[in-house]
């Protein structure tokens, strides 16, 4: 089967830090793609884990645990640009397909 | 730098009707893909499309919808009798190729009104 779950909504506060976590039950897991999506907007790729560990880039990290089936977005010095939906995804072996969790609206409060 | 483009932004429709939503993947990319987001719900696949043929496609993807490229450079999904619950945005997406690992870029959607 085949199932995302991530924390509906959230809220921090400029220049702060915050962790949004995932966790999946996906058949053949094969990598988790984290994606930024601003109101009425396209999915913007942020990063990609398929090995466990931390990815960095910039601002933004990405930690994946195969054996936990677990990962974290780490969002560093928040800013108001950062409030958005935050969205979970992902891919199996044999398959096109991204599969996507329902998303963590962010909101970033001055 | 590159970007899936799509066309129209917004389109409204009368239950029943036909529509052809339009895309321009990013240039030398090769996969294409139709993903779709019902208002406040999940982004969903729809299908995906490599050497002019469905790879894959979901459940959602049913006799009602087509996908078509007709030249070299647009990837169309075609519905051909909408109706109320085919109301969503529609995003296209594309990669390089059809690897596990390969970033699936997606356009600025299509928002569907069916009425």
């Known amino acids: 089967g085949q199932n995302i779950d991530q924390p509906t909504e959230m809220t921090a506060t400029e220049g702060a830090i915050v962790q949004i976590n995932c966790t999946y039950q996906?058949?053949?897991?094969?990598?988790l793609f984290w994606y930024q999506q601003h109101a009425g907007e396209a999915p913007t790729f942020l990063s990609y884990n398929v090995l466990d560990g931390l990815e960095e880039k910039g601002r933004f990290s990405s930690f994946l645990s195969r054996s936990k089936g677990y990962s974290y977005l780490l969002l560093k010095e928040l800013q108001m640009k950062d409030s958005a939906s935050y969205l979970c995804?992902?891919?199996?072996?044999?398959?096109?397909?991204?599969?996507f969790g329902t998303g963590t609206r962010l909101q970033v409060f001055p | 730098e590159p970007e899936v483009t799509q066309t129209p932004s917004h389109q409204v429709t009368q239950m029943g009707q036909e529509v052809i939503l339009r895309c321009v993947p990013i240039s030398n990319h090769l996969y294409f893909y139709w993903y779709r987001q019902i208002l406040g719900q999940k982004v969903e696949f729809l299908v995906s499309?490599?050497?002019?043929?469905?790879?894959?496609k979901s459940e959602i993807f049913d006799d009602q919808f087509s996908v078509e490229r007709p030249d070299g450079s647009n990837f169309t999904l075609k519905i051909r009798s909408t109706k109320l619950e085919d109301s969503a945005m529609y995003f296209c997406?594309?990669?390089?190729?059809?690897?596990?690992?390969?970033?699936?870029?997606f356009g600025p959607g299509t928002r569907l009104l069916v009425l």
């Open positions: 997406a594309s990669s390089v190729s059809g690897s596990y690992q390969e970033t699936q870029y």
């Open positions: 996906t058949s053949g897991f094969n990598g």
């Open positions: 499309f490599y050497n002019n043929e469905i790879s894959e």
């Open positions: 995804a992902s891919r199996s072996y044999n398959t096109d397909k991204l599969i």
